[in-house]
């Protein structure tokens, strides 16, 4: 078992699974937290504001998923399309993350228990 603060996440543009092995003390074993879903507003007036609103619900979503990593040392990201680029582009540019190394990976959705043993399998647990 890890000393070693370690965490994956699978997203797409909506959603996300994290599987970590600590809380805010401790590493122990890992486990699927709540998921993370992204906030969608319908129904803007113009593109400008759809625009805003879209980015202001994507600054959200990594909000909410940093506050889930926060005190991670390595991280295991994956998903469809691009969204986890983004995100991983958005932890280098935010002091508390731009030390965190992270792996980018690909990974069509799955279960939550299919993606603990894929987290599990990648850091050798």
Known sequence: ??????????MDSESATVVKNHDIES???FFVCNPVKKD???GNSSEKNANNVEQTNM?????DLEHLITNT????LTGTGTVQ?????HLAETAQFKNLKVTLDTDQKM?????LEKVKKHFGE
């Open 59 to 63: 600054a959200k979503f990594f909000k």
């Open 27 to 29: 590493a122990y074993k």
């Open 73 to 76: 040392e390595e991280l295991y």
């Open 40 to 42: 969608v507003q319908h």
């Open 1 to 10: 078992m890890s000393e070693r603060k370690l965490a994956g996440i699978w």
């Open 111 to 115: 279960s939550d228990q299919q993606f």
């Open 85 to 89: 680029e983004q995100f991983k582009n």
